[in-house]
């Protein structure tokens, strides 16, 4: 395989520096990264590395891109050009879109997809770009689907079958590749009758036969069924990268993590000796999904969405894995991060879970923070109720920087120095926030907000 890479989200409350993340990817041979934006901070961090860049454009700006070129210029100007003139980043790709044609989003992009892809490839036709910057397009496997339950049956979903097909056809006229996003335990998670063995690597699950071909697992066979899709429809040679591929460990009773660890170590393995899949023999181009949990997610899919991470949100290992390439089975943490104080918000033990501002406090809570360790077999399921409500309380105050007005909760809450972790459920404390570029403009408009509520709620006292 040509080197791992990993999907490196921005979706979370307090982030790393990106120097640091940076580094933490080259003490473990990670050679490629996928982002989501182009995040300045996180660009200039990656320059001069090697590191393969992906860049992304978010959906929400494909209407702007598909109907002004102009804009589209401007955006390879400002996004692509400057960084490599500047900061000498390795940028490969252009994900034009983030699984825009998802069945859940109702045909919202279906019609700005493609002119945003052909503007953006023009901008970087106009900019001298178009032979070492490719566009594509990451897309969910529900794009395409079997009409018999095997690979060979494999077509584009009929209700986007001509979209599918020009932006196919546009990706092979201009050498790119599809990118597809592969999700065995998405199968799992919505289907209680999914064979869990069929979702893993180790070959003890009873094959699926598709015409003397065997598949002894979801990703081969997933990934066929999408050969197929391209070969009917007389694009067989269009190279594809798995744009995400993982496994969460929290947030669900199948996501822990001894199903995480033993499904992205399988895959590796899988891949590693450059065997491919039946249909397609050779190097796999793969990206894990995740490097760094992201504790702001939208949980619509499921709590699951914020533990995708095979590194936790300060940056430490959840479990060895070999990634195949320098780590030797242990990854290396993000070095020197900072914490904040070990200080915790927990329920008064005075307070009475009877009290009737306890529900309300806990709603509050969790609508603001993050909740999602708090389920049926998640890594908190194990904490009785008072447990449950410190957990909720001490999630709002981390993620608020430890104020003292955030452990408040309407005289419930109390700080201890007492850490009240149990086994696996961790009450974590929060590092100290990133705050660089835009990040830190936005932070100034924020705490300026605060400071003008405050006022308004003092004047009114």
């Known amino acids: 395989v040509a080197g791992i890479g990993a ?8 982030l790393l520096p990106p120097e640091t993340v940076v580094r933490m990817l080259l003490d473990n041979g990670v050679q490629k990264v996928k982002l989501f934006d182009t995040d300045y901070d996180t ?60 069945a859940t989003y109702n045909g919202s992009f279906l019609r700005t997809t493609f002119p945003a892809l052909r503007n953006v490839q023009q901008a970087l036709t106009k900019a001298g770009l178009q032979n070492q910057i490719k566009v594509t397009v990451p897309l969910n496997a529900d794009v395409y689907s079997s009409s018999n339950s095997l690979p060979s049956g494999g077509d584009f979903r009929a209700d986007i079958h001509d979209y599918m097909i020009q932006i196919v056809q546009f990706l092979n006229d201009n050498r790119a590749p599809f990118t597809i996003n ?110 760094i949990d992201e504790d702001e997610k939208s949980i619509q899919p499921g709590n699951f969405e914020r533990h995708w991470g095979i590194l936790t949100y300060d940056g430490q290992p959840k479990y060895p894995l070999n990634l195949g390439i320098s780590n030797g089975g242990s990854l290396i943490p993000v070095r020197n991060v900072t914490y904040l104080d070990r200080k915790w918000c927990i329920m008064k033990p005075n307070a009475r879970l009877d009290d009737p501002q306890v529900a309300p406090s ?10 999602t360790s708090l389920g049926y077999l998640t890594s908190c399921s194990g904490l009785d109720a008072r447990g449950n409500i410190s957990y909720a309380f001490d999630s709002y105050y981390q993620k608020n920087n430890q104020l003292d ?53 003092l004047t009114h006292l």
């Open 362 to 371: 806990v709603s509050y809570a969790c609508s603001l923070a993050d909740c």
């Open 182 to 291: 592969i999700y065995p335990f998405i199968s799992l998670y919505t289907d209680p009758n999914f064979p869990v063995e069929y979702a893993f690597f180790d070959g003890n699950a009873s094959p699926v036969n598709d015409g003397g071909t065997s598949y002894y697992n979801m990703f081969d066979a997933n990934h066929d069924t999408l050969v197929w899709a391209l070969q009917k429809n007389g694009f067989g040679s269009l190279p594809i990268i798995v744009g995400e591929i993982g496994w969460p460990t929290d947030g669900d009773r199948n996501a822990n993590i001894q199903y995480a660890q033993r499904f992205n170590q399988g895959f590796m393995t899988h891949i590693s000796g450059g065997r491919g899949t039946p249909m397609r023999p050779g190097p796999i181009d793969a990206y894990l999904f995740s490097l």
């Open 43 to 102: 660009l200039r961090a990656l320059g001069r590395t090697g590191i393969e860049v992906m860049v992304g454009i978010p959906n929400d700006m494909l209407s702007s891109l598909a109907t002004n070129s102009r804009a589209a210029d401007k955006w390879v100007s400002q996004n692509v050009s400057h960084h490599l003139q500047n900061s000498n980043v390795t940028i490969r790709y252009v994900a034009v879109g983030n699984e825009p044609f998802l």
């Open 405 to 457: 007005e955030a452990c408040k909760f309407n005289g419930l809450g109390t700080v201890t120095r007492a850490d009240p972790s149990i086994g696996n459920c961790r009450f974590n404390v929060m590092i100290k926030p990133f705050y660089g570029g835009a990040r830190r403009t936005s932070q100034c408009s924020k705490l300026l907000l605060l400071l003008l509520l405050t006022i308004l709620v």
């Open 7 to 14: 999907n490196w989200g921005s979706q979370a409350s307090h």
